[in-house]
């Protein structure tokens, strides 16, 4: 993957995955000992933050500084970016400086840009389509916790929203079966669910779409939600929380799924509205593994992707 950008997530495909999975594992297992291993060493990452963070901002600038890189963290608002400056000279000027650009920002159209023109790694950090490096990151502990990810079930309850899309996508790349429950109004994009159709084709896996929550849960390895009003989305509070009530993970589902069934969220979580309190602070709940395996997955992302000045 070395030199790629990573804006979909679809730029990794099964055996990208796995590699990773295993780099990320062995960045995890020797993250103390290790401590004078620095393959970043004396490289620089802009990290732009164009939506408000606290997971991917501290990951990604712990990461590289494990990894020996500098981050430099950019708020748009503070860039010529939020004054008008285009996402192409942006990436093309950030390009002289910095070996690799991650990025949080809302169209996944202005990403895509800033990967076209900048001559480095591009790394999405959230758009309002995708979230690949939170995907890794769930794979990842899924993965230690069952030690495979082909066969199983992820059943995903609510908003078929960005994070839904990318594990619909790594899901179907890695072989996992993955059931969404959600109202006809809330159901992932027709053109990602057609490219995870796709790669279910090839991986031998199953993408399921239901409104029928219980359904969804039954037998389910997994049980994964995310917040049903994203940033952006305050608007349509009352009308989200009225449509999404029945599709809230709660004892009743956790009874149907799997008893050793893993509880994800990637936080924020609101204890009450998606998920009650009782599953996601239960025994269950693995969601401090997913917050961590942020750092391990998307250094090893990093460690994958970033080429030396002398080698581009
Ligand atoms: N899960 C996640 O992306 O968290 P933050 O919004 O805090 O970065």
Avoid at 129 to 157: S, V, W
Avoid at 256 to 268: G, T, W
Wanted: net charge neutral.
């Amino acid at each position: 993957m070395k030199g790629k950008d990573f804006v979909t997530g679809l730029e990794a495909g099964a055996r990208d995955i796995d590699d990773l999975l295993n780099l990320s594992l062995k960045l995890k297992k020797h993250q103390k000992s290790d401590a004078k291993a620095r393959p970043l060493n004396g490289m620089s990452v802009a990290v732009i933050f164009e939506k408000p963070s606290t997971r991917t901002r501290v990951s990604f600038e712990v990461g590289l500084f494990q990894l020996g890189a500098h981050s430099v963290v950019l708020s748009g608002r503070d860039m010529q970016l939020g004054r008008g400056e285009t996402i192409e000279d942006t990436g093309r000027v950030l390009a002289r400086y910095c070996d690799a650009i991650v990025i949080r920002t809302f169209e996944q159209a202005k990403l895509e840009a800033l990967a076209r023109a900048a001559t480095v790694p591009v790394i999405n950090a959230l758009s309002d389509l995708y979230h690949p490096c939170q995907a890794l990151a769930d794979m990842l502990t899924i993965r230690e916790r069952r030690g495979n990810l082909a066969g199983l079930k992820l059943a995903y309850f609510g908003d078929g929203n960005n994070v839904c899309h990318s594990l619909l996508l790594a899901s179907a790349t890695a072989g996992m079966n993955m059931t969404v429950a959600c109202p006809a109004d809330y159901q992932p994009a027709p053109a990602v669910l057609a490219i995870a159709n796709k790669l279910a084709i090839d991986s031998g896996s199953q993408i399921v779409i239901t409104d029928d929550a219980r359904a969804a849960a039954d037998k389910a390895d997994a049980l994964y939600t995310d917040v049903w009003v994203s940033m952006g989305q305050e608007d349509e509070k009352s009308a989200r929380l009225t449509a999404l009530a029945p599709y809230r993970i709660d004892e009743a589902i956790l009874g149907a799924a799997k008893s050793d069934a893993l509880v994800m969220h990637c936080l924020p979580a609101h204890r009450g509205q998606e998920i009650s309190a009782a599953v996601l602070d239960g025994p269950n709940s693995v969601i401090l593994d997913q917050a961590e395996n942020r750092l391990h997955a998307q250094k090893a992302l990093m460690v994958m992707l970033m080429k030396p000045r002398g080698e581009r």
